[in-house]
């Protein structure tokens, strides 16, 4: 069968109160992310300024599901793939709308945002 991948991005929401210097899109593969499949996401970091890539940023990425306050028990890891996109993989435990949270420090400057990603 012939996989269909759908471009689906997710922008970054912004924090209340705080607005982070770095935003963040996502898109996983495979699409739709679905439970208790591997799923690496396609993380894409820009400045928030001017667009620019953001190439040797230190990624910290926590899945987190807000509904249900509970997250994933494995750590996240994230490899740099070039040109400011950055790879994570995980495992969802479960179904329904999660966060990806992401802590981005690059260039002498930290930021939060958070992409909000819903899994089948
Ligand atoms: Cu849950």
Redesign the pocket.
């Known amino acids: 069968m012939r996989a269909v991948l759908l471009t689906v991005l997710v922008s970054a929401c912004a924090s209340p109160g705080a607005s982070s210097p770095f935003d963040v899109q996502a898109q996983s593969d495979p699409s739709p992310a679905t439970a208790g499949a591997s799923i690496t996401w396609a993380l894409d970091v820009t400045r928030t300024d001017d667009g620019a890539a953001v190439e040797g940023a230190e990624l910290t990425v926590t899945p987190w599901?807000p509904a249900?306050g509970?997250g994933l028990s494995d750590v996240v890891l994230v490899t740099e793939v070039g040109g400011g996109s950055y790879e994570a993989a995980c495992t969802f435990s479960?179904s329904?709308s999660w966060e990806l949270q992401v802590h981005v420090a690059a260039d002498g400057d930290e930021g939060d945002d958070v992409v909000i990603v819903e899994i089948e």
Do not use: Y
């Open positions: 599901m249900m509970h479960m329904g």
